[in-house]
T-cell receptor, first 115, second 114 residues
Framework: DAGVTQSPTHLIKTRGQHVTLRCSPI?????VSWYQQVLGQGPQFIFQ???????GRGNFPDRFSARQFPNYSSELNVNALLLGDSALYLC??????????????FGSGTRLTVV | DAKTTQPNSMESNEEEPVHLPCNHS???????IHWYRQLPSQGPEYVIH???SNVNNRMASLAIAEDRKSSTLILHRATLRDAAVYYC???????????????FGSGTQLTVLP
């Protein structure tokens, strides 16, 4: 079975540009979350989507947006890129978002470099 | 705000047990204790989680203190492939939205010596 797949794996953009990152969850998983991991730090939560609806948003500016499609794949969009947006962007999927504890499965991430 | 405290780094010898500690003195009654690890150039990987009782799975064991203010992840026989950053995370089981997301701290960098 394929795990969580993210594309592209690496990306270089210029300040002020826009970027779109893509994520395909594990088959059957309806929840997708996005995390940003700056070098040397732990991942930080950006968004969670479940059944195409936003269910959680972290402390990120409005330049960050996301959406989930009917097939449960997801896109993360970042506008007006800043040098500080350079990071590893991780996507995680899970099967439920109900009142239970469960584990997430992470992809290997997209390494974004802003120059 | 990190709700857990872990040592920055630990070393272990290959094929010996490793005990990775985590303090979470402000844990609430609805917080589950999760452990993830992140190998180099990969995303975090779920290891184990628990609420009150000790837990075992094929990867590791989780020992939870009786007052739940601390826990220990136990790798029974460390291998070179276990070298990673290990994150101890509290996750609220009843809140919604952002409050239920994984809040990663800096974790413990485990080095396994051959």
């Amino acid at each position: 079975d394929a795990g969580v797949t993210q594309s592209p794996t690496h990306l270089i953009k210029t300040r002020g540009q826009h970027v779109t990152l893509r994520c395909s969850p594990i088959s059957g998983h309806k929840s997708v979350s996005w995390y940003q991991q700056v070098l040397g730090q732990g991942p930080q939560f950006i968004f969670q989507y479940y059944e195409k609806e936003e269910r959680g948003r972290g402390n990120f500016p409005d330049r960050f947006s996301a959406r989930q499609f009917p097939n449960y794949s997801s896109e993360l969009n970042v506008n007006a890129l800043l040098l500080g947006d350079s990071a590893l962007y991780l996507c995680a999927s899970s099967s439920k978002v109900e009142r239970r504890s469960y584990g997430y499965t992470f992809g290997s991430g997209t390494r974004l470099t802003v120059v | 705000d990190a709700k857990t405290t872990q040592p920055n780094s630990m070393e272990s010898n290959e094929e010996e047990p490793v005990h990775l500690p985590c303090n979470h003195s402000t844990i609430s009654g609805t917080d589950y204790i999760h452990w993830y690890r992140q190998l180099p150039s990969q995303g975090p990987e779920y290891v184990i989680h628990g609420l009150t009782s000790n837990v075992n799975n094929r990867m590791a064991s989780l020992a939870i203190a009786e007052d739940r203010k601390s826990s220990t992840l136990i790798l029974h026989r460390a291998t070179l492939r276990d070298a990673a950053v290990y994150y101890c995370i509290l996750r609220d089981s009843i809140s919604s939205g952002s409050a239920r997301q994984l809040t990663f701290g800096s974790g413990t960098q485990l080095t396994v010596l051959p």
